[in-house]
């Protein structure tokens, strides 16, 4: 069983052969889904002398453990749910809870609110069905703000939402009008009613 810091290299070492550069380790990813076989990611893991080490169960390990749920193993296969900046994976568009939510950081607001949600370096907007996976995924930029996206108001302005699996949605862009600013205390409102 690895510790919390192998368990944590092995993740980000995964990321970059999943999600970033395969192709520069000769690690060929299905380009429809972005999902190679489980042995064939071991072999390019054990193919780098620092990583000669790892075996399946550690691999499963941090499958189960990552807690932004960033990878899934099916019927044998390996994918990254989301995040590529290789190709473009294809998600089927998917009928999306009525708010989702957008974690960033306070100097990117005014950008978003005059322009609206764009994946910037990434294939996809990242959004979520609760602010837990927003604040993990916006808390690493600086001066955490989370935002309400109105997904009914987007739709009617011709966003398509695609499920990427495990509470993350993705969209190519979300107008400037369907996002605002949540607020904490929405929370609790909402429980009370």
């Known amino acids: 069983m690895l510790n919390q810091s192998l368990e944590k290299r092995l993740s980000k070492w995964m990321t970059k052969l999943l999600r970033h550069t395969p192709e520069e380790f000769g690690l060929a990813l299905n380009p429809e889904d972005g999902s190679c076989t489980v042995s064939a990611l071991l072999k390019t893991i054990q193919a780098e002398s620092n990583w000669s080490w790892v075996k399946q169960e550690d691999i499963e390990q941090v499958v189960r453990n ?3 749920q960033r990878f899934e193993i099916q019927s044998g296969r390996i ?3 989301y995040g590529h900046s290789h190709d473009k994976i294809s998600y ?6 009525d708010v989702l939510y957008h974690g960033t950081n306070k100097k990117a607001l005014p950008s978003i609110l005059n322009e609206g949600l764009k994946p910037m370096s990434r294939q996809y907007v990242h959004l979520s069905e609760g602010t837990h996976f927003a604040t993990l995924a916006g808390s690493r930029r600086g ?11 987007a739709a009617q302005l011709g966003v398509i939402f695609y499920y990427a699996g495990n509470e993350v949605w993705l969209a190519d862009h979300v107008p400037p009008e ?3 600013v949540w607020q904490p205390q929405e929370k609790e409102n909402e429980n009370h009613e």
């Open 178 to 180: 369907s996002c605002s």
């Open 79 to 81: 994918r990254a749910r």
């Open 66 to 68: 990552s807690e932004k």
């Open 92 to 97: 089927a568009p998917a009928e999306q809870p």
């Open 143 to 153: 001066e955490l703000v989370i935002l309400k996206v109105d997904t009914i108001s």
